[in-house]
């Protein structure tokens, strides 16, 4: 996945297919945004195409993604969103950590208060871009 991959026609399509999405995400987080931290946000239109990135820097390990909630919510609500994709910039593994897991968290938490779908959630990091794992369905966390 690389943004060097995208077709010229990226701005006209929807960010629902998650190889799009990604390479999209890897256009719009810069290395020094991954290397520092940060927290992307592509807002996307009611056909799900980008409208615009929103990245917020500066937001390592440290930092606790719930303290920007509600100045997300407030942010975003007068936008008429039709989704977001959201892009968790930081250095490091590709795999996830429980920080990761906390972006994700409040990201779903933002879209729940906005009324509108996370689209797709990624790991941006110097090395790759990588997805979080799909959401499970009902039957799919049954023992087997």
Same mark, same amino acid.
């Given at each position: 996945?690389?943004?060097?991959?995208?077709?010229?026609?990226?701005?006209?399509?929807? &960010?629902?297919?998650?190889?799009?999405?990604?390479?999209?995400?890897?256009?719009?987080?810069?290395?020094?945004?991954?290397?520092?931290? /940060?927290?992307?946000?592509?807002?996307?239109?009611?056909? &799900?195409? &980008?409208?615009?990135?929103?990245?917020?820097?500066?937001?390592?390990?440290?930092?606790?993604?719930?303290?920007?909630?509600?100045?997300?919510?407030?942010?975003?609500?007068?936008?008429?969103?039709?989704?977001?994709?959201?892009?968790?910039?930081?250095?490091?593994?590709?795999?996830?950590?429980?920080?990761?897991?906390?972006?994700?968290?409040?990201?779903?938490?933002? /879209?729940?208060?906005?009324?509108?779908? &996370?689209?797709?959630?990624?790991?941006?990091?110097?090395?790759?871009?990588?997805?979080?794992?799909?959401?499970?369905?009902?039957?799919?966390?049954?023992?087997?």
């Amino acid at each position: 996945m690389s943004f060097d991959d995208l077709p010229e026609t990226w701005p006209d399509l929807p &960010l629902d297919d998650p190889l799009l999405a990604a390479d999209v995400v890897d256009l719009v987080v810069s290395h020094a945004d991954r290397v520092d931290g /940060c927290a992307g946000f592509l807002l996307l239109d009611d056909t &799900l195409r &980008l409208r615009t990135p929103l990245v917020i820097g500066d937001t390592g390990d440290e930092h606790d993604p719930w303290e920007l909630r509600d100045g997300l919510v407030e942010a975003l609500r007068p936008l008429d969103l039709g989704g977001v994709v959201l892009a968790r910039g930081r250095d490091g593994s590709v795999l996830l950590t429980d920080t990761d897991r906390a972006w994700h968290e409040m990201a779903l938490d933002v /879209c729940r208060r906005l009324g509108v779908p &996370l689209v797709a959630a990624f790991v941006a990091t110097p090395a790759a871009v990588r997805p979080f794992p799909a959401p499970l369905r009902a039957a799919d966390d049954l023992a087997s």
